[in-house]
């Protein structure tokens, strides 16, 4: 830079940069009083462009007389290495997020994949237990093995299902619903409540149903919100109080509220409810746990109807309802 020192301005700008100086920069200098932080090059005695950053002030006297004009220059260099810099790192992180996006991708379609095959040899476990009950007299023994596999599979296939959704929401094909206004939703309901009844005989389990208007939904995936709410209320529920299963409509909405015993859900727990994965402790002693995906598979069958989940404890009560609107607008 020493060597730019008492050279006169034509010689220290390079011809583009002298150009851009004397013309439009002067003239905004004239205009506005000032031309702020434009890039210049200056030129050395060996003709070297030095790129800086310039500021271009004009002092004139109050009558207008011009008396000076000041240039003022930083060296760009590092300013320029610095943006150059941040672009790279913008660049370098926007290439990790698409790697890290495809791995996230190739994990979910896998899962599902996977889930997907795994359904078949489970299926197949049930059709030979179902065969087996079909043949001849069996002692009890061999009976209960046979009970035993069966609900174990059933379970299995269960949590398969619900990977299985969870892995298709996460790929983007969201829940696919199968809407009808024929399929009678109450006989559905009686029937999850039947079967979650028949695995549970020590519990009382006690239905309303009052679903007088017809509701565009699809039933199959009302009464799978329906099992894993009731099925949730079994689980974590009090082990002795009731569970109360309520389904309505009205003019608007279709409401179905599940209620249990017990203590309320610790907070930390309930505003992660809805979320994949999330599990409370085991609250009753009884460790029936599943994946945590339960109550997320509910909330997307909520939401794909246009409706809502909600949670609420009180008074040694726990209730989870589903709010959605009857002839609604499913998203
Ligand atoms: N009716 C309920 N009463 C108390 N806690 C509940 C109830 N339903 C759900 N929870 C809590 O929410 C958690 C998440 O539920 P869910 O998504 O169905 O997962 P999972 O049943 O597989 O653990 C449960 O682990 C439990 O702690
Ligand atoms: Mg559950």
Do not use: W
């Amino acid at each position: 830079m020493e060597s730019l020192i008492n050279r006169p301005i034509r010689d220290v700008l390079t011809a583009e940069a002298h150009e851009a100086f004397s013309t439009h920069l002067r003239r905004r200098a004239r205009i506005y009083g000032r031309a702020d932080e434009v890039t210049l090059d200056l030129r050395d005695v060996r003709g070297r462009a030095i790129p800086v950053l310039g500021s271009l002030a004009e002092k004139r006297s109050a009558s207008g007389k011009h008396l000076f004009t000041r240039l003022t220059v930083f060296k760009a260099a590092k300013r320029m290495a610095y943006e150059t810099g941040l672009l790279e790192a913008r660049r370098n992180a926007e290439a990790k997020i698409r790697a890290e996006q495809e791995t996230a991708r190739m994990r979910d379609q896998f899962i599902a994949v996977l889930a997907h095959d795994l359904r078949n040899p489970l299926n197949a476990v049930l059709a030979g237990t179902d065969l087996l009950k079909q043949g001849r007299a069996m002692a009890a023994r061999e009976r209960a093995i046979i009970a035993g596999m069966e609900s174990t599979v059933t379970r299995a296939a269960t949590l398969i299902e619900d990977v299985l959704d969870f892995a298709r929401g996460r790929l983007g094909d969201g829940m696919r619903l199968t809407l009808n206004r024929d399929r009678s939703l109450s006989d559905l309901l009686r029937q999850v409540v039947e079967e979650i009844q028949v695995a549970h005989s020590d519990r009382e389990i006690i239905t309303n149903l009052g679903i007088i208007h017809p509701i565009v939904c699809d039933a199959e995936r009302i009464a799978q919100l329906a099992s894993n709410l009731i099925a949730n209320a079994v689980a974590h529920g009090a082990g002795d109080g009731a569970v109360v299963v309520d389904a309505r409509t009205s003019s608007k909405y279709f409401v179905l509220t599940v209620t249990n015993d017990g203590g309320p859900i610790p907070d930390e727990v309930r505003q992660r409810l809805f979320q994949p994965f999330v599990r409370g402790g085991a609250s009753n002693g009884r460790d029936r746990r599943g994946l945590g995906l339960g109550l997320y598979i509910v909330n997307e069958i909520a939401r794909a109807h246009g409706g809502k989940m909600a949670v609420s404890c009180s008074e040694g009560t726990t209730s989870f309802t589903f709010t959605m609107p009857r002839l609604g607008t499913p998203s």
